[in-house]
């Protein structure tokens, strides 16, 4: 399958998740909704990645790998929901959605990608977006509850969710390309798992989950994982550059659902902001 079309798949997977982020961060907090989506994806992926576990837990290097990897997706991941519970999400999500611009310049500097200047360019237009979407966003006369503390601190929380992110799925790709694809998201997540739910316990802290929310947790790591399986799926191709660019259009639709379901308020700074993140993707993916 085209990179580009498994890359389609996260962005409607992640957009969806990030929305339901938004509401379950704010009823039960980003730590409790991590351990559900974590506990969620060790579950789903357990049956199709058992068999490796004796190989992952007998190779020091790999287990210090699956280690590494699992750690720096649950700071990733834990940012993100942070930013998205905090809000707006109409400044928070086109900052982390440029996440793949990184990962560009990575395979330039490590794996010998060449860039032409359209290339570049489309970069540019991207960070510029980025840019005037932070600097807009503080002008923005935003209803309460849309909003939760100061948004600069949200701007340096996403900026970080960029490097935490990246980092992981730089660790990850390479966990699949030893074990495989289920074991290497599976063991990853589980390790994420298991340090959440060792915080958790340390700090004596309850899993008091109102009933209705469940369903909606359960919900929300499946569809997020299918994104993840997506993504890492295109490594088979090479494409998982690719492929992450064409996800960051996740930000549309979380966005959209913002401005429709929560009447989120955005400024037309924000619309051009918005526009040119997008825009940079797009370019990219098809210079790609």
Request: aromatic content about 8%; some cysteine; overall charge positive.
């Amino acid at each position: 399958m085209n990179p580009g079309i498994l890359g389609l798949g996260t962005a409607l997977s992640w957009g969806t998740s990030d929305f339901l982020a938004r509401l379950s961060g704010r009823a039960v907090g980003p730590g409790r909704t991590l351990v559900v989506i974590f506990g969620i994806s060790t579950l789903l992926l357990a049956p199709f990645a058992y068999t490796v576990v004796e190989t992952m837990l007998g190779d020091g290097a790999l287990s210090a790998l699956v280690g590494v990897t699992g750690l720096s997706v649950l700071l990733g991941t834990w940012l993100l929901y942070l930013s998205l519970t905090r809000g707006p999400l109409s400044v928070a999500v086109p900052i982390v959605s440029s996440y793949p611009v990184p990962l560009v310049i990575y395979g330039v500097l490590v794996d010998g990608f060449v860039l032409s200047p359209a290339m570049w360019a489309a970069i540019g237009a991207t960070l510029i977006g980025v840019w005037i979407v932070s600097r807009a966003g503080h002008k923005v006369q935003h209803k309460d509850g849309h909003v939760q503390g100061r948004i600069a601190v949200t701007i340096a929380i996403c900026i970080a969710t960029i490097v935490a992110f990246d980092v992981a799925i730089v660790l990850t790709d390479e966990l699949a390309g030893q074990v495989g694809l289920p074991a290497a998201l599976w063991s990853t997540r589980t390790t994420a798992f298991l340090l959440l739910a060792a915080l958790f316990l340390a700090r004596r802290q309850s899993m008091n989950i109102g009933l209705k929310w469940w369903g909606v947790l359960s919900a929300q790591g499946a569809i997020e994982l299918m994104g993840y399986v997506a993504l890492f799926s295109a490594q088979t191709m090479g494409g998982t550059t690719i492929a992450s660019v064409v996800s960051s259009a996740y930000g549309v639709v979380t966005i959209l659902l913002a401005r429709t379901i929560l009447k989120e308020a955005m400024s037309l700074a924000q619309l051009v902001g918005m526009a040119f993140v997008f825009a940079g993707v797009v370019a990219v993916t098809a210079l790609s």
